[in-house]
């Protein structure tokens, strides 16, 4: 069985260019197109946020797909379910618009559409191989790999990183 994906962030390298939240609302458009997204009467709302920390820092966040999901168990219309892949997500036809879920989300990253009633979180692009942020990201901030497959990733730079050290 191969090991779910999840969306990693390198905070280190976000430059704060907003290209992840472009493209996820492109995604979450009826056309899929930029032009499109920006005429449609209803605005597609983007599912990843970037904030800024002083003095310098952007940090892009998504939703973490917490193993105990707060949201999950406070949603009391059963909106929010994991599938069969792991993955938390919202039935917007059974969301009746409490915003309870966004009240316990420790990462505050679910999102309310007003004019539907809805809330609404990151689905991962479940059309996509690779969802549109991570695509989108010029500088690799948003990496989507399996647990093992970045661990490997983040101990084969830090090896590198102590030998250079060493070295001098």
Not at 102 to 107: F, G, I, K
Request: aromatic residues 6%; charged residues 25%; glycine residues 6%.
């Amino acid at each position: 069985m191969s090991q779910p994906k999840e969306i990693f962030v390198r905070a280190d390298r976000c430059v704060g260019c907003r290209s992840c939240i472009n493209a996820c609302a492109v995604e979450h458009s009826e056309s899929k197109t930029l032009f499109g997204a920006v005429m449609q009467t209803l605005r597609p709302k983007s599912r990843v946020y970037v904030e800024w920390v002083a003095p310098d820092r952007k940090v892009p966040l998504v939703c973490r797909q917490c193993e105990e999901a707060p949201c999950m168990h406070a949603c009391i219309s059963g909106a929010i379910h994991r599938d069969d892949d792991g993955v938390v997500r919202t039935d917007s036809d059974k969301c009746i618009g409490c915003w309870t879920c966004v009240m316990v989300c420790p990462y505050g990253v679910i999102g309310r559409h007003l004019e539907e009633h809805k809330a609404y979180r990151c689905d991962r692009c479940p059309d996509r191989d690779v969802p549109a942020c991570v695509s989108a990201c010029p500088t690799g901030a948003l990496i989507y790999q399996s647990v093992p497959a970045y661990a490997k990733t983040v101990r084969q730079n830090a090896s590198h990183e102590l030998v250079k050290a060493e070295r001098g």
